[in-house]
């Protein structure tokens, strides 16, 4: 059984960053994509970054210029790496493990950004 495990939030000031990690338990073959996805109270869930087999990245807007998202394949591991952030980014964020006929999700990490 694969699992995925986040790491890396907390709790930071406006301006501040973080950078959160996701490692999965065990090798994953054929692995089309990485990402991550936040959840705020209330809200739905929303992909935040994402990054495919050949390199490249999808970044949804609110988060363009601020956030970075990265890989190991070696380490089994993807990183989003979160400058500047807002008040707005406060979320559980979720990292996903895509392999075109299953995905892997991890449990959740709290990110809270407050003054």
């Known amino acids: 059984q694969v699992q995925l495990r986040e790491s890396g939030g907390g709790f930071v000031q406006p301006g501040g960053s973080l950078t959160l990690s996701c490692v999965a338990s065990?090798?994953?073959?054929?692995?089309?994509?990485m990402g991550w996805y936040r959840q705020a109270p209330g809200k739905q869930r929303e992909a935040v970054a994402r990054?495919?087999?050949?390199?490249?990245?999808v970044l949804v807007d609110s988060v363009k210029g601020r956030f970075t998202i990265s890989r190991d394949i070696s380490k089994n591991t993807v990183y989003l790496q979160m400058n500047s952030l807002k008040a707005e980014d406060t979320a559980v964020y979720y990292c996903?493990?895509?392999?075109?006929?299953?995905?892997?999700w991890g449990q959740g990490t709290q990110v809270t950004v407050s003054s």
């Open positions: 990054i495919h087999r050949d390199d490249s990245v």
């Open positions: 996903n493990f895509d392999t075109g006929y299953i995905e892997y």
């Open positions: 065990t090798s994953i073959s054929d692995i089309l994509g």
